[in-house]
Nanobody, 114 residues
Framework: QVQLLVSGGGSVQAGGSLRLSCAAS????????MGWYRQAPGEQRELVAI???????NYADSVKGRFTISRDNAKNTVYLQMNSLKPADTAVYYC????????WGQGTQVIVSS
């Protein structure tokens, strides 16, 4: 069973940046499409960015042009660089394969103040 450890969240002002990391233990990371998800208070969890094994990426419209997802298969790690953050980006952020199948873990809180 793969375990996911997410780090890098915090509190920033609007316009700021954060970089999230997700380290996966266990085998199979490199062959899977990975994604960053987020869940805002009272909302459903949503997928905001994906990266396939070869590095091709795709983004939700709400984050396109501001967020960048990347991966390092040698380190079993996926990253999310978040720039020009907005209060609407406030959420708990998780990573998982796409479609999600592993345990979610605790995620990391991102709070963006105006």
């Amino acid at each position: 069973q793969v375990q996911l450890l997410v780090s890098g969240g915090g509190s920033v002002q609007a316009g700021g940046s954060l970089r999230l990391s997700c380290a996966a233990s266990g085998s199979g990371f490199g062959i899977n499409t990975m994604g960053w998800y987020r869940q805002a208070p009272g909302e459903q969890r949503e997928l905001v960015a994906i990266v396939i094994s070869g590095g091709v990426t795709n983004y939700a419209d709400s984050v396109k042009g501001r967020f960048t997802i990347s991966r390092d298969n040698a380190k079993n790690t996926v990253y999310l660089q978040m720039n020009s953050l907005k209060p609407a980006d406030t959420a708990v952020y998780y990573c998982n394969k796409v479609p999600a199948a592993w345990d979610w873990g605790q995620g990391t809180q991102v709070i963006v103040s105006s």
